[in-house]
Each structure stands twice: as structure tokens, then as C-alpha cells.
């Protein structure tokens, strides 16, 4: 069975840190690239931050870099989306999806999402 499973949202004030993880099981991890997108209420789906299948490399959209860092240990199946000051638009549900190969980005179709987490920054 596949799954990946985002967990770590919460509720945090402006300028503070959250954590986010996304727990991958049922494929071949280290053969695929992550990314982190996020919708808010009333907007698109945006991706925020994307890591590669096999050397790491990591891209990030305008709006996230410098505040958010992405990772992935392969030993342990997982993703994380580290956050840091945060603002009230990155209120959103934030998504781990799952693609085949090294691409990195949000412009792909991706093989596998997950459920989603609730990130709620208050003012």
C-alpha cells in the first residue's frame, strides 16, 4: 500500500516555527523527488519547496525562501518542511506529492499525494 502522510500543522503566531513532516511508505523513496505545496482558502494549489531524487538539491518558491527549509532522510522514508517566521499568508493546507526521478519543481505530474496538514498563522 502506498502512503504518505503529512502531519506537523498547527496553529502558531506570526513570526514564529512549525515543522512539517510527510512519512512515505509502499514505493521505492530514495528513487523519488518531493515537494511541498500548499492552498490557501480562495487560491491555487502553489508549490513551495521541491527536493531531488538523488543528491538533494532543493529549490523554493519567492514567497518561502529563506524562511522554509526542505530535507529528506532516505534511511527513515521522510520529508520535512522546517518554517520559520511565519506569516499570516502561509496560512494554508500544506501537501508532501511524491514524483519518479531526480526533477525538481511543481510543474510535473506527480505519482502520489498526501492528505494534507492545517497551517494556521494568526496575527
Known amino acids: 500500500e502506498v502512503q504518505l502522510q503529512a502531519s506537523g500543522g498547527g496553529l502558531v503566531q506570526a513570526g514564529g516555527s512549525l515543522r512539517l513532516s510527510c512519512a512515505a511508505s509502499?514505493?521505492?523513496?530514495?528513487?523519488?523527488?518531493f515537494t511541498w505545496f500548499r492552498q490557501a482558502p480562495g487560491k491555487e494549489r502553489e508549490g513551495v519547496a521541491s527536493i531531488s531524487a538523488s543528491d538533494g538539491m532543493t529549490v523554493y518558491s519567492t514567497s518561502v525562501k529563506g524562511r522554509f527549509t526542505i530535507s529528506r532522510d532516505n534511511a527513515k522514508n521522510t520529508v520535512d518542511l522546517r518554517m520559520t517566521g511565519l506569516k499570516p499568508e502561509d496560512t494554508a493546507v500544506y501537501y508532501c506529492a511524491a514524483m519518479r526521478g531526480y526533477g525538481l519543481g511543481w510543474g510535473f505530474t506527480f505519482d502520489y499525494w498526501g492528505q494534507g496538514t492545517q497551517v494556521t498563522v494568526s496575527s
Open positions: 509502499g514505493f521505492t523513496f530514495a528513487d523519488y523527488a
